[in-house]
């Protein structure tokens, strides 16, 4: 619930979202679907990929509606499926890839508009260690290097780790928070 009313997927019922400066809980269905395309990425944890689509066309896919030229689209998308070792997957179907490359499809999916909040749910859970490890870096390097805001749902400690603040919920409720 807490991600998909930051996502703007959900109207908060008490309290504000503030995107930017606006109360996002003002917008018109329109706005909220333009503001989540433009602004915010999602990593769901059940990935949400089309099954008759390749890779490259559902890594295309949010940005359909952009302005760029289709060209320039499916470059971006081959970059970010390079940049997480699926180049040579690009025309796979999601059926004929492992449970890890669908992962990672679905974080190159996430990045394909250069959203300012990434808000990624479980990334990591169906990846063995190493490639867990390696998609935390390249988050984490977006976060620092492009100032993406990167709101992790995770339970597991060791990918908790890698963020500077964890807060810690219980039924629904904040119980603590600790900087690292």
């Known amino acids: 619930t807490l991600l998909h009313t930051i996502g703007c997927l959900d109207r908060p019922t008490r309290g504000k979202v ?3 400066g606006e109360d996002v ?7 909220l679907s333009k503001l989540r395309n433009e602004k915010i990425g999602f990593v769901f944890q059940s ?3 089309i099954p ?5 066309e559902n890594v295309v896919l949010p940005a359909i509606f952009s302005r760029s030229s289709k060209a320039e689209r499916e470059k971006k998308a081959k970059e970010l499926l390079k940049r997480f070792g699926l180049g040579h997957r690009i025309y796979h ?5 492992s449970g890890g490359e669908v992962q990672r499809v679905a974080v190159a999916r996430a990045l394909m508009n250069d959203p300012e909040i990434l808000l990624a749910d479980e990334p990591t859970g169906n990846l063995d260690s190493k490639s867990g490890e390696e998609i935390m870096k390249t ?3 977006l976060n620092k290097n492009e100032k993406v805001t990167l709101i992790t749902i995770t339970h ?3 990918i908790a780790s890698y963020a500077q603040r964890i807060i810690h919920l219980k039924d629904g409720m904040i119980v603590r928070e600790v900087r690292n």
Request: hydrophobic share 40%; net charge negative.
């Open 18 to 20: 503030i995107i930017d």
């Open 25 to 31: 809980s003002s917008l018109s269905g329109n706005e």
């Open 47 to 49: 990935f949400y990929l």
């Open 52 to 56: 008759n689509l390749n890779a490259l």
């Open 93 to 97: 179907k999601p059926s004929e890839l």
């Open 139 to 141: 988050l984490l390097e």
């Open 156 to 158: 597991d400690l060791n």
